[in-house]
């Protein structure tokens, strides 16, 4: 997590890494989520908690040394 601070506010910034395929309700939900968690632990304003989700392509996501796409899981 990041945290920007311009004058006396504090601006936090989340960075969320997902696999493609989640439906547009569950990123709600976690933006949703996660911004309720900054309001009630960091005592900031809904309206300073950015939250930015990246789709990334399971062909693009390594790990143990292959690509997602490659992998049971």
Do not use: A
Not at 33 to 41: N, R
Request: charged residues 25%.
């Amino acid at each position: 997590m990041l945290l920007f601070s311009w004058g006396r506010c504090e601006m936090p910034l989340v960075e969320v890494k997902l696999t493609i395929g989640r439906t547009d309700q569950q990123k709600e939900k976690i933006i949703e989520g996660i911004t309720k968690v900054l309001v009630d632990v960091l005592n900031v304003k809904p309206e300073q908690v950015t939250v930015l989700l990246y789709d990334i392509p399971k062909l693009h996501w390594g790990l143990q040394g292959k690509p997602l796409t490659k992998i049971k899981i």
